[in-house]
């Protein structure tokens, strides 16, 4: 009598790549474009989403536990805050980023209006501003996502709503 070989069943799950394709898809968009007003240039935009996935990507189990895309755009808003801290001064442009300006709105120039006044903004009052704004967090979401105080974001947001109203305004006479 032969010995019947032990059967072996291998299961090959594309359950966490498909489930990550689908968010990165989904998300991408949007991850984007808060980068792109934190960051205010197209190129380093993309290449903080592209680090953003990467660092999900590893991290999935525990970002799919909760809110995947809250915890990329957390994830996102660290690498800026990072790379801000590592070169300790930006350098902006008063230029809108790159294809941002359609030529065929008036809503689109007031937006890019906003945008150039965004980026003439300290980065700690931009970060929050986007947030607090754009993405309508609330003063306790937008501290918990910069890892600051809920007073140091007030504080922020207050004097980046007076900058802005004053740039706007110059912009307009």
């Known amino acids: 009598m032969s010995a019947e070989p032990a059967r072996v069943e291998v299961r090959v799950s594309g359950g966490r790549d498909e489930q990550f394709a689908a968010f990165a898809a989904a998300t991408g968009p949007y991850l984007l474009r808060v980068a792109l ?5 197209r190129s380093h935009a993309e290449d903080l989403v592209q680090t953003t996935f ?23 808003v660290n690498l800026r805050i ?28 007031d937006r890019n209006e906003v945008v150039r006044a ?28 910069l890892g600051i105080s809920i007073g140091t974001v007030k ?7 007076a900058r802005l109203r004053t740039l706007l305004m110059e912009g307009r006479q």
């Open 155 to 161: 504080s922020h947001n207050s004097r980046a709503l």
């Open 118 to 145: 965004l980026a003439r903004l300290p980065a700690a009052q931009r970060r929050v501003v986007v947030l607090r704004h754009l993405l309508d967090l609330t003063e306790a979401e937008t501290a918990w996502e």
């Open 37 to 41: 007003l934190l960051s205010g240039d």
């Open 54 to 76: 990467e660092r999900t990507y590893r991290s999935w189990p525990r970002a799919v536990s909760t809110d995947p895309r809250a915890y990329a755009r957390k994830v996102l």
């Open 82 to 109: 990072d790379r801000w801290r590592g070169t300790r001064r930006e350098v902006l442009t008063d230029a809108p980023p790159e294809g941002a300006v359609p030529s065929h709105a008036e809503a689109a120039d």
